[in-house]
Every structure is written in C-alpha cells, then in structure tokens.
C-alpha cells in the first residue's frame, strides 16, 4: 500500500490535488468525511456544527481521533481500488495525526505539504474583489491562525515532500503527478493562471 496524505492551508491547492488524483482513478479519502458523517450520526449539520464535533471527538476519544476513525477508510479504499493500492489522504492538520498515519502505514505512508503565500491563497479562494473583501482577509487570517494552533504549521515541516504551489495550474498538476507517479498528461500542457480552489 501506498499512502499520500497532504497537508496546507485553505487554498493552497489540496482540494486540486485530490483531483488530479481522483482523475487517474486514485481513490481519495477525506478526512473531514469522518466529521461530517459523525455530525450526521448525531442529527446536527455538518455546516453549522463541523469544528465544534471535530473538537468533540479529540476531547472524547483523543487527538488522534479522526485520524484513527479514517484509517479503516483507507484501508477499504485500497482493497478497492485497481490502481496499485494507492490512496491520497486529504486534510492532516496535527503531528499527532501524522504520527498516527506513519505508526499505522510506516515507510509505505509519504506526507505532502503543499505551500502558497497568504495572498495567492486569498485570491484563490475568492477573497478579493468583494466590498467587504478586508473582512474576507481577516476570516481567512483567522482561519490560518485556527489551522496553525491545530499543529498545521509544524506539521507541515515534517513533510516528505514539497510543492511549492505559486506557479501555473499546469504546473502544479504536473507536479503532483510526479509524487503520486503517475504519468504526465498532454492535455495539462496549456498553461492556466491558478492552482487553488480548495476548502479545506
């Protein structure tokens, strides 16, 4: 088994690595699926409750929660899959989580961090542009900040590997295939302005 699991703050581009993934047929396991289905499991709206039930669940059962309760999603994702059981891990945040993946899967377990600068990243996630747009920023720095105490910024310098995701959208696919060893696609050679879009 071949486990990749990325890590960066919103609007890095995890959400559009998860796809270059899912488009040569690499399954993909989202981490905040685990929340969503336990808000779901307890009548609330992952929208509205989705931070709080993720906070209950490290209180109740440990920092490695959610990390241990994606396992068994991992590992299904595998067996299912044709495509030599490799499986992208979407969203660590805590060198807890991590710990727990590299205890669970050891050298066959890669961590990627994928890095942009905060205002790359607002743009991406459509901060600018708007009449309330510095409210936007500061809900975005505030987002980081959250992200950050989680243990994000530590994890991600215990990376495996890098991408430093500032150049084009082609590009950036383009290097991801190359960690996830898939082969290059002719139809990715136009270059496109941006690589962000994710939410996570």
Not at 27 to 36: F, S, T, Y
Not at 52 to 62: D, H, K, Q, T, Y
Not at 149 to 167: K, P
Not at 171 to 197: C, H
Request: glycine share 10%; with cysteine; charged share 35%.
């Amino acid at each position: 088994m071949n486990v990749i699991g990325t890590v960066g703050l919103p609007g890095s581009g995890k959400g559009e690595a998860a796809n270059v993934a899912e488009a040569a047929d690499i399954p993909v396991v989202v981490m905040g699926d685990v929340i969503r289905a336990e808000c779901r499991r307890r009548g609330l709206d992952p929208a509205q409750h989705h931070g709080r039930i993720a906070g209950a669940l490290r209180e109740e059962a440990g920092d490695d929660a959610i990390a241990t309760r994606t396992l068994p999603r991992i590992r299904e994702a595998a067996a299912e899959s044709d495509r030599d059981e490799t499986v992208l891990v979407d969203g660590l945040r805590s060198t807890v989580e991590l710990e727990r993946f590299r205890e669970a899967f050891g050298d066959d377990f890669t961590l990627l961090a994928i890095r942009a600068p905060f205002e790359l990243r607002a743009e991406r996630l459509g901060e600018r542009g708007r009449d309330d747009s510095d409210d936007d920023l500061e809900a975005l720095r505030e987002r980081d900040d959250r992200e950050i105490e989680l243990g994000l910024g530590e994890t991600l310098e215990r990376a495996d590997v890098e991408i430093d995701n500032t150049d084009s959208l082609a590009a950036f696919r383009e290097r991801v295939r190359e960690v996830l060893g898939i082969e290059s696609e002719a139809g990715d050679s136009a270059e496109m302005p941006n690589a962000g879009g994710d939410s996570a």
